[in-house]
């Protein structure tokens, strides 16, 4: 019997390992990106002749998919752990909020609501049964737990960070999740929470796979676009690109899903329409390289009108980057309705009124001291997940014989990350074996 075969729509993370994993299971693996770089949304750009990742990407204890594949491929000495810390801008104030006498001193709260924060992440930190929540808003669930100062001075720029307009809508178990990831990446909860980067970015990692398949002699295929989904006899058999036809015992789409919907026949109507109900909101993210810290924290929540976004990342304060490359970076993100006037606003337009919020949160800071500024937009930043949300969740199998799936809903109640579609992808090898 010769070879299998698998043709694989998208190279970003989930992809390029399901790549990997079938090339060393002997299969011929083609892969094809529509874009001129693999990564997807953990694609990176040059600066200062260094990659950086165009979305911040940081690496938490309990991403064991992760963590196994940096070993795999050779890479655990590029990996470090570094304390990350959170600081919280509240009414033109930035205030420590990384251990829980941080917490105890947060003066926006009264002591009784600092209390009530305390006790939710603990019962996130230990909890498990997420399913109690599915039928709560994430905001009907904190309020019952929470006073409504603390929901709207902690929480509520927190979901906006995330879901934009959105923000009301999301599951209770979403929150819940975030807290126990985040949780269980330190020690104890007096200890700081330990984050993880690579030297050199998830662009390291994302080449190690590249080698891998290229070794097994797959086939990455840059700037190619699959148009159409091919089928024979009710089956997946493989995908036109252009005036290309390429065919495979399977086809695995590790796209996003409207990216997905696209390619369906009309024959698979019925799929079609159950993914079309998932709604996607855009990303646009603001990436500074400044001479200067604009703070100390790696992480930032913002709840103050005057600054435009609702948090941001210093990512320099987690990677020492700016001790090879000599600059501080920091990310702005704002999730946003891709109907939404935001997101089809000018580079300009965004940037400019964040930059001149800046003076608010570090008062020496000049404008001077900002050497690029980079936008970068996705219109597939993020899936809405309302209550009930896991019903509506796609399997990797899907209807249409021989097509698989790859796509971070799978990984509700869990926020999208690396591990999380590096792990969907081992799923599917194994189902496949
Ligand atoms: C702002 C932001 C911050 C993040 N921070 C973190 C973090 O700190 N830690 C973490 O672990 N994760 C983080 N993530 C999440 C992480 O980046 C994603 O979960 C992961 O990269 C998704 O990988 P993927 O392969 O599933 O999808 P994608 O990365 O979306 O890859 C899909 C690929 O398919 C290609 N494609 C689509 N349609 C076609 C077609 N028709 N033909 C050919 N190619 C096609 C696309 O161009 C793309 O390259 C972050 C994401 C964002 C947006």
Redesign the pocket.
Known sequence: MGKRSAII?????????AGYNLSRRGYNVTL????PV??????SITINNKPI?V??????GG?QA?LQLIDELGLAERLHWAPARTGYFVDGQLYPLTSPWDLLRFSPLSLAQRISFGRLILYCRRSTRWQNLEHLTAHQWLLERLAPQAYDVVWKSLLDLKFGEYGEQISAPWVWHRLHRVTRSRASVFQPEQMGYLEGG?AVLLQALVTQIREADGEILLS????ELLMSGGKAIG?R?GDKELTGDMVIA???IP??I??LPEEAASYRAALAAIKFIG?I?VMLKMTESLTDYFWVNSNDTRVPCNGFIEYSNLNPWKQYAGSAIA?F?FYSDTNAPLFSASNEEIAEPLINSLSLIRPELTTNAIKQVIVTR?A???AVCPPGFSQQVPEITTPVPNLYL???TQ?YPS???????IG?ANELTELLS
């Open positions: 729509i998208g190279g970003g993370i989930s992809g390029l390992t094809l990106e529509r874009r693999l990564g997807g949304l953990a694609r990742e979305y911040y990407h940081f690496i938490c991403d992760l998830t190619t676009e699959a148009n995908v690109a590790a796209t996003q990216e997905l696209k390619l990303i993210c990310y993100p996705d597939c930043g993020q790859l796509d971070s990984l926020d999208r990350c690396l591990s999380g579609m969907l």
